[in-house]
């Protein structure tokens, strides 16, 4: 009889840990997710701070509410089997929680998060499905090692913000890859780059700056020109128009005449001012944009040669 009690309390415990479960939530010390304390609920966002290492065994589930995944600052170890994988799931999918009533959809929870400052990140035989982002990590030197992404929302997989390509339900791997530094020159070449330029060329510089110079200054003396003489247009056209009102107004012959006079001496002096500013403001565009090709000067080479009958010098010119 004294049998039956211990035995009754041996099944009580064996239930009890097939079906336990496990719930994390906050920032992490150093542990070890494994298969027999699976399925683990996330219930808030998994911070594994600087120094610490998590570590996930063969077959351990981990199963995310919503709006919460892991950031990593510290170390990531994934140890999954071809036999028994990691998952990192929704909490909504029946394949690994038979209790939900909903179906599991991408964006369902945020995804792996891993901080530039991360340390060691070793991901092997896993699979990430419904996330957000999936794993979005900050540094190039992470390992990923027979990978499946499934329906996560946004993309699977990002390095600096730079989408890798991966195949829905594929396996995956990546591993960073050294790139060479920049060999420096050869002594040869940057000995030959510090060389002077030659005297010739430096004073066909002095020219060609010279001529600019010239060119610039009597672009600026025309441009100041044509706008001064366009103002002054301006004002005489208003005059014009201001005489004109007042010799139509004028009732007085004296003032009739006066007026009509100042009209046409205004007029005269708008016209002379508009010519003179269409004449400038074009030329100090022109000048302000036409660069003159600089001049080659005729060079006179001596050559020897021999006739026949006998020798002589060959003159030509090159230009």
């Known amino acids: 009889m004294n049998r039956w009690p211990r035995f009754f309390t041996i099944l009580s415990l064996l239930f009890v840990l097939s079906h336990s479960q496990t719930h994390l939530s906050g920032t992490l010390q150093e542990m070890e997710l494994t298969s ?16 610490v290492t998590l570590t996930i065994k063969a077959g351990a589930v981990l199963l995310f509410k919503s709006f919460t995944g892991i950031n990593i600052y510290g170390n990531l170890i994934v140890e999954g089997t071809d036999e028994q994988p990691v998952v990192f799931t929704s909490i909504n999918d029946a394949t690994y929680y038979k209790k939900t009533d909903q179906l599991p959809n991408s964006f369902d ?72 530094k920049k060999s420096s020159p050869a002594p ?50 208003s005059a014009k128009t201001d005489y004109h009102e007042k010799y139509l107004a004028a009732n007085d012959q004296v003032q009739i005449n006066k007026y009509h006079e100042q009209e046409n001496t205004a007029f005269t002096r708008a016209g002379l001012l508009t010519g003179t500013s269409g004449v400038f403001v074009p030329a100090a565009v022109f000048l302000f944009l036409f660069q003159p090709p600089a001049k080659k000067q005729a060079q006179i080479f001596i050559r020897p040669s021999i006739a026949k009958s006998g020798g002589g010098l060959t003159f030509s010119m090159r230009f």
């Open 109 to 180: 929870w945020n995804g792996l998060y891993v901080d530039e400052t991360a340390g060691a990140i070793k991901l092997r035989n896993f699979k990430l499905m419904y996330s957000v982002y999936g794993i979005k990590s900050q540094k190039d030197d992470i390992i990923i090692q027979n990978g499946t992404f499934k329906q996560n929302g946004q993309f699977h997989f990002t390095i600096n913000d730079n989408i890798h390509y991966v195949q829905d339900n594929l396996s995956y791997s990546y591993r960073s890859k050294e790139v060479p």
């Open 188 to 237: 040869a070449l940057a000995e030959k780059e510090k060389e002077p330029k030659p005297q010739k060329a430096k004073k066909e510089k002095r020219k060609k700056k010279k001529r600019s110079r010239a060119q610039i200054i009597t672009a600026i003396s025309s441009a100041v020109i044509g706008v001064g003489c366009g103002a002054g247009s301006a004002y005489f056209w």
């Open 36 to 51: 027999e304390m699976s399925p683990y609920f996330i219930e808030n966002e998994l911070t594994v701070p600087e120094e």
